[in-house]
């Protein structure tokens, strides 16, 4: 057991680092220690596959209505919870608390986490695309990575969102303060894509057409419950096709 908080561990704008020989700066730890993967269909792990860094923002119905949204820095989805959801109005600031990280899969999740579980409720992937640092465009993926670890390690990440419902430049600003250690702000900067119309109208995920209430009646169909589904019972009977291999 290596994992008890020493020195190797530090709280630094309201997230986790572990320090150690063997470990990265962020890791997974606390997200699985949350869940239990015998009763969730939520995804363990994944490796990032894309030449671009990828965002995520999933509609989260739990105990209470958030939208989550997610970067991908390192390998897995740096994380935020946003009570209110994104603005795409300058004036707006949107509280943004940091939560643990989670694995790079969680991208395409969206279903029913069951009751009694972390976060149970439904979701839907809101909206999804790549990102990067403003002024990096074009630049490689692990150039983009070294300046958003550096712009986030300074609480102060400036971005350019490639979305199918959020586009343009945001900040999301590290405030701390009242609000508690974990507060960040989100907002947009005023560009081209700044509007006063609320995107949140635009209800349907990016990746099924559902709402949460549609997703909630529906989950058979949904991406977590087909692999748990499969994961339980895998050799009940010889399967009549062929495996299908997926395309990378
Ligand atoms: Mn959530």
Partial sequence: ??????????????????????????????????RSFDQTPEPQGGTPKGELPIFVIQQHQASHLHYDFRL????????????????????VKRLAMMVEDHPYDYKDFEGIIPTGNYGAGTVIVWDTGTYEPIGWEGQTKKSMEEELLRELSAGDLKIVIHGQKLKGEFA????????????????????????ETDIL?????????????????????????????????????PSAKPPVKKPS
Avoid at 1 to 9: E, I, K, R, V
Avoid at 172 to 195: F, Q
């Fill in 201 to 237: 109208k635009k209800d349907k995920s990016v990746l099924s057409g559902k709402t949460l209430e549609k997703m909630a009646k529906a989950p058979e169909e949904v991406y977590g419950e087909k692999k748990q589904r499969k994961a339980a019972a895998p050799a009940k009977k």
């Fill in 1 to 34: 057991m290596t994992s008890a908080p020493g020195n190797n561990t530090f709280f630094r704008h309201g997230f986790l680092y572990n320090i150690g020989e063997n470990q990265a700066p962020m890791s997974l730890t606390t997200y699985h220690k949350k």
């Fill in 72 to 91: 991908e820095m390192e390998g897995v989805l740096k994380s935020w919870a946003i009570p209110k959801g994104p603005s795409t109005d300058p004036t």
């Fill in 172 to 195: 999301l600003v590290h405030t701390g303060g009242k609000m508690g250690e974990k507060a960040w702000l989100l907002i947009k900067h005023r560009d081209k894509y700044a509007s």
